[in-house]
């Protein structure tokens, strides 16, 4: 059994540039969180899909962040305009929508914006 | 709003010590589900126990126990016999329940460094 995966594991980009995350999630989960989370403190909810539905949005995810699930499989994350202080870890989780839900994480993206 | 603190920072003891991870929160919910999560430096985040906050029993598991008291809003970690690859960060975290299912998001404490020396 795969557990959730993330592409790429680290992104180095300029100010200004444009990125796009990959999660896998695994395979017989319907849930699909994001989550931001950046040095010494815990991470913070961004996001989630329940198959392709975006059915929650953090105050945290401004316009230059954007989400999608296509199909309710893989998901993506955009981040347009980049800025220093969206370096972060963005960490994707999936889960089973039922009672005793319990998330499972990925690897997750570290991003530096220079 | 919900809030989950984890007071200590770091923790630091040597090897075969029994060390606790203390966690309180705050919720409004009648029913909840409190996690304990672990991020080794590799990053990745490993779900290590959730509890129902209608089940107060406590558990262990292996070197690992859990004590949830509701009382105090407390749910702290003891790792019994500490190993150097106990070092990693522990986090808490808290999501609703509504109607039986969890209600998606976590939300995690600032996370505790424990460090284990040989």
């Known amino acids: 059994d795969t557990g959730v995966s993330q592409n790429p594991r680290h992104k180095i980009t300029k100010r200004g540039q444009n990125v796009t995350f990959r999660c896998d999630p695994i395979s017989e989960h319907n849930r699909l969180y994001w989550y931001r989370q950046t040095l010494g403190q815990g991470p913070e909810f961004l996001t989630y899909?329940?198959?392709?539905?975006?059915?929650?949005k953090s105050r945290l995810l401004s316009d230059r962040f954007s989400a999608e699930r296509p199909k309710g499989s893989f998901s993506t994350l955009e981040i347009q305009r980049t800025e220093q202080g969206d370096s972060a870890m963005y960490l994707c989780a999936s889960s089973s929508k039922g009672y005793q839900e319990t998330q499972y994480f990925g690897p997750g993206t570290r991003l530096l914006v220079l | 709003a919900q809030k989950v603190t984890q007071a200590q920072t770091e923790i630091s003891v040597v090897e075969k010590e029994d060390v606790t991870l203390d966690c309180v929160y705050e919720?409004?919910?009648?029913?909840?589900?409190l996690f304990w999560y672990k991020q080794p430096p590799s990053g990745e985040l490993v779900f290590l126990i959730r509890?129902?906050?209608?089940?107060?029993q406590n558990e262990i598991s292996g070197r690992y126990s859990w004590n949830f008291q509701k009382s105090t809003s407390s749910f702290n970690f003891t790792i019994t016999a500490s190993q150097v690859v106990d070092s990693a960060v522990y986090f808490c975290a808290l999501s609703r329940n509504a109607g039986g299912t969890s209600y998606g998001k976590l939300t995690f404490g600032q996370g505790t460094i424990l460090t284990v020396h040989p």
């Open positions: 899909f329940q198959n392709e539905a975006q059915l929650e």
């Open positions: 509890r129902n906050s209608f089940d107060e």
């Open positions: 919720t409004r919910d009648t029913t909840y589900y």
